[in-house]
């Protein structure tokens, strides 16, 4: 029994690692892909968004079909389907072969990211689920400093095709322990097993509406017909499927869980989480090089600090959530990112290195600290035969709040930093109040936490 358990971590860690690994290292080869291409690299990033936008509208889709058909087949297909399209994508000769097989990762994605947390809750005790979700977000996060440190190496002595093809023995592994130890779970009766294809119809479009209205809004303008017709998708499709979810036996998501307001609250931190998480990537680079005049390499090194705190940060915030209540670590976190928030709102083009090094380190230490234990209250809430769909609602709206963050710093920064560009002294004091909204922004999570009910009772749902 400790051995499969042993297993079933070592797979969900695994997947974790390399989605962590991906997404860092192949934000950062763009501009080698842009070169080798010949393309601009404005179109190059379609295949980081387009990867986000479709792995978001799936989530809820792969969650609800885990849930009928069981864990274990999906989640290997997902791993099988995430590799190939890995090693296709390093195979690519034409920019349109990357981007369709990107598409085709991002499906494989969807599912490994939707499931995860489904398999932890239903195969791991409550008591050591915290935990459980502690190590797997480390993982994460290692994957993300991993993939910052090596990809200079591999673009430099090989090409932008080996960031696809350097993790094919972790694939290979990954799927074979996989398919040994993942148990093949009970599902639903017969009966109770039925997928909801309108609704998934109506939740890819209005979310594929709203998302890639986050993704061109600060690059077209609210008069392209581009956003028109994204907005048009979300505010047409987004509530025919609110309305169906309601209405129907066998939702993709039973709405009804909402009404718990101790769950509801969880899914805004989380929102208000990757809201602010999301900008502060987008933002940093451009203050740690507009004012501090550090180079390229020093802001990489500065940002992978982040990741290294969070390493070891979020393996504490899942042990802690299984020994003392959730409410005081969650609201440890968040207070520390808004205090980590105010003290950047306060640095100057003098400030010293060490101090922006601190900061940057408490602030990887307040998201460890947040997100581990709120994963676990949420999945708390989640009924025997619905984790999957609970799961892929809430990465959901975790990858909602990142699009959501990225495209609210963006409009700060036109607004704040590109219109009062000439002026140095006074792009300091802008991106202050750049820093000041992110703080406001995590206040309101901070207030939030503080009206969480107590956690020592189970409060399973359905």
């Not at 950047?344 to 601190?358: E, H, M, P, R, V």
């Amino acid at each position: 029994m400790i051995k499969k358990i042993f297993g079933i971590l070592a797979v969900v860690c695994l997947v974790h690692f390399f989605l962590g690994f991906d997404i860092n290292i192949t934000s950062i080869s763009l501009s080698s892909i842009s070169q080798y291409f010949n393309i601009s690299p404005e179109i190059t990033s379609r295949i980081v968004w387009l990867y986000f936008l479709i792995v978001t509208c799936f989530l809820q889709i792969f969650g609800r079909i885990g849930d009928i058909k069981g864990y274990k087949n999906i989640y290997i297909l997902g791993i099988l389907i995430f590799s190939i399209s890995s090693i296709l994508c390093g195979l690519s000769q034409s920019f349109f072969e990357l981007t369709l097989f990107r598409v085709l990762q991002a499906i494989g994605g969807a599912i490994l990211f939707g499931l995860t947390p489904a398999i932890i809750s239903k195969y791991f005790k409550d008591e050591i689920t915290g935990k459980i979700f502690g190590i797997n977000y480390s993982f994460v996060a290692l994957g993300g400093v991993i993939g910052r440190f090596t990809s200079g190496l591999l673009i430099e002595n090989f090409s932008w095709k080996a960031i696809f093809l350097v993790n094919i023995p972790i694939f290979i592994t990954t799927f074979i322990l996989g398919i040994f130890f993942i148990p093949r779970e009970e599902v639903k009766n017969q009966g109770e097993n039925k997928f909801d294809l309108l609704g998934s119809f109506l939740i890819f479009l209005g979310l594929f509406g709203l998302l890639y209205f986050l993704n061109i809004v600060n690059t077209t303008g609210f008069h392209s017909y581009k956003i028109i017709f994204s907005l048009l998708l979300f505010l047409i499709f987004f509530p025919l499927f609110i309305y169906r979810e309601l209405k129907i036996s066998f939702p993709l998501l039973n709405l009804r869980l909402l009404r718990n307001f101790t769950l509801s609250k969880h899914l805004l931190i989380f929102l208000i989480i990757y809201i602010y998480t999301n900008g502060i990537i987008f933002i940093s680079p451009f203050y740690l090089q507009n004012i501090f005049n550090y180079s390229v390499i020093t802001v990489g090194f500065l940002m992978t600090i982040t990741s290294i705190a969070q390493v070891f940060s979020g393996y504490i915030s899942g042990y802690l959530a299984d020994k003392i209540n959730s409410r005081y670590i969650l609201f440890s976190g968040i207070i520390l990112t808004f205090i980590t928030f105010i003290s950047f709102s306060l640095l100057n083009s003098n400030s010293n290195i060490n101090t922006i090094i601190i900061l940057l380190g408490l602030y990887g230490i307040s998201v460890g600290l947040s997100i581990p234990v709120n994963t676990k209250e949420v999945m708390r809430f989640a009924p025997q035969f619905s984790k999957g769909s609970v799961s892929g609602f809430m990465i959901t709206i975790i990858r909602t709040g990142s699009a959501l963050g990225i495209c609210l710093f963006g409009i700060l920064y036109s607004v704040f930093i590109e219109s009062n560009f000439r002026n140095y002294e006074g792009n300091t004091n802008n991106y202050n109040y750049i820093f000041l909204a992110a703080a406001i922004i995590s206040l309101v999570g901070v207030v939030i936490t503080l009206t969480l009910k107590s956690n020592r009772k189970k409060e399973f749902l359905g």
